[in-house]
Structures are given as C-alpha cells and as structure tokens.
Antibody
Framework: EVQLVESGGGLVQPGGSLRLSCEAS????????MHWVRQTPEKGLVWVSR????????TYADSVKGRVTVSRDNTNNTLYLLMNSLTAEDTAVYYC?????????????WGRGALVIVSS | QSALTQPASVSGSPGQSITISCTGT?????????VSWFQQHPGKAPKLVIY???NRPSGVSIRFSGSKSGNTASLTISGLQADDEADYYC??????????FGTGTKVIVL
C-alpha cells in the first residue's frame, strides 16, 4: 500500500526555520516526482514545490522561492522541505504528494498533512 | 500565478447531476491536458478523482467525469450521493513548469 507520512510540523517564531519530512512506503520513491502542497482555510490548496525522482530538477511557487528548499533521500525513502524566514502567511497544513514518473502529475497519493504555525 | 477560478459552492439533490467549472488561462488549463480534480472531505487529505482532464483513477466511481473546453475545465458528478458532499479542487500544470490549484468548490447535497 502506498503511504506518505509527514512529520516535523509545529509552532515556530516569525523569522525562524523548520524542516518538514515525508516518509514514503509502498513504492520506489526514486522513480517518482514528489510535491509539497499547503492548505489554509482562507486560500484552500496552494502548490508549493516539486522535485524530480532523481533530485535533478526542482521548481517552486513564487510565494516561497528563495526561502524554501525541497530535497530528497531516496535511499531512506524520505522527502524534505526546509523553510526559512517564516512569516504568519506560511501558517498552514503542509501535505506531501506523489506525482508521476515521467511527468510530474498527477498527484495520486497524499499524506495526512503536518500543521505549521508561525507565531510569537 | 493566480488561482484558477471555481464557484464557491454548487448544490444538488440526491440523484441529480452537478457540474463544477474551473477557469484558467491559455498558460495553464487551456495550454495543457494536465488538469486534475481532487475531492476533500473535512479533516481529510485530498483524493484524486480525475486526471489528465477526463481520466478516472482505479477505484473512483464512474459517476465522476471530466472535460475541457478552451480555458475552462469541468467536473461532473452524476447520480449525486450524500457522500459526494465535500470540497472539490481543480489543478493544472502551467507554462512556468509549476502547478496551480483552483479556489475550491463546496458541493452541498440537499
């Protein structure tokens, strides 16, 4: 069974940093594009970033570019999202999602999400 | 990248059909056949119900169908059931090699 489990969420102060992890099981992580998507009640789902199976290509939404880094450790079946210079606008539930092999879509499996709260 | 435009809510009675629209531009919806639709029940993760405009993943009911015309994609749910009450989001690949989601639509089963 394909499964994604996010961890690393929590309360962080404005200007701080946080690293989210996404542990994958039930499939060969290195064969798939992976994505991060965040959600707030106000904005709904917002795409954040994607990374190719071998880690050779990454793309970011304009709202996080320069502050966020996506990476992966295929040997340990884990995807990461490092977020710096956090602001209240980064408060959200963060999901990791599995993409395709050749193409980065569709997002056919999602984790349950990790809540990040940016507040003093 | 601006969010794709969806109606805030759509309602229907059990057994009826409803259609949710998703309007973008030629740089996203109109330019690629990589439109997906997701169903999300409260407190749950999104679930893929349509991909590549009109394809259904294994296990998704045939009551869900998708289409596209120009810059607007559509999701139709036929034979509406109580469990279809949820939020629905469209998603498209874009010319900037990013993805963009729609604003989301709450489906209400009367």
């Amino acid at each position: 069974e394909v499964q994604l489990v996010e961890s690393g969420g929590g309360l962080v102060q404005p200007g701080g940093s946080l690293r989210l992890s996404c542990e994958a099981s039930g499939f060969i992580l290195g064969s798939y594009w992976m994505h991060w998507v965040r959600q707030t009640p106000e904005k709904g789902l917002v795409w954040v970033s994607r990374i190719k199976g071998d880690g050779s290509e990454t793309t970011y939404a304009d709202s996080v570019k320069g502050r966020v880094t996506v990476s992966r450790d295929n040997t340990n079946n884990t995807l990461y999202l490092l977020m710096n210079s956090l602001t209240a606008e980064d408060t959200a539930v963060y999901y990791c999602a599995k993409g395709g092999t050749v193409y980065s879509v569709p997002l056919d499996c999602w984790g349950r999400g990790a809540l990040v709260i940016v507040s003093s | 990248q601006s969010a794709l435009t969806q109606p805030a809510s759509v309602s229907g009675s059990p057994g009826q059909s409803i259609t949710i629209s998703c309007t973008g531009t030629s740089s996203d919806v109109g330019g690629y056949n990589y439109v997906s639709w997701f169903q999300q029940h409260p407190g749950k993760a999104p679930k893929l119900v349509i991909y590549d405009v009109s394809n259904r993943p294994s296990g998704v009911s045939i009551r869900f169908s998708g289409s596209k015309s120009g810059n607007t994609a559509s999701l139709t749910i036929s034979g509406l059931q109580a469990d279809d009450e949820a939020d629905y989001y469209c998603n498209s690949y874009t010319r900037s090699r990013t993805l963009v989601f729609g604003t989301g639509t709450k489906v209400i089963v009367l």
